[in-house]
């Protein structure tokens, strides 16, 4: 399996804004070589609006990953749905839907 985009990891953290108020923020928490495919789209009509739902499978090296976390490739988002490890730690297989 080639390795061959480079993707970011990124996890939800608690902050505070600017006046003082709990709010949440994406940080970077990796960089990751890996190869990524693109499964399936689906378009749906949501609240009378054309809507398209985009199925990416990435694949990167053994690690710890959490669905919640998303990724970010190609100036796209990325949200994993699912953690999925090939039972060897060698690679994992995050099942992800494209963000907006």
């Known amino acids: 399996m080639v390795l061959n985009h480079r993707v970011t990891l ?20 990796a960089d990751l070589w890996a190869n990524v495919k693109h499964l ?13 739902i ?6 990167v090296r053994h690690g710890v990953f959490n669905a919640g976390q998303r990724i970010v490739y190609d100036a796209s988002v990325y949200d994993i749905e699912a953690v999925l490890p090939d039972g060897k730690k060698t690679y994992i297989d995050l099942v992800c839907v494209k963000n907006g």
């Open 54 to 59: 985009s199925k990416v499978s990435i694949r």
């Open 10 to 29: 990124q996890t939800k953290v608690a902050t505070v804004d600017t006046i003082g108020q709990p709010s949440t923020a994406w940080t970077n928490t």
């Open 40 to 52: 399936n789209g689906i378009s749906t009509i949501k609240a009378g609006a054309d809507t398209s």
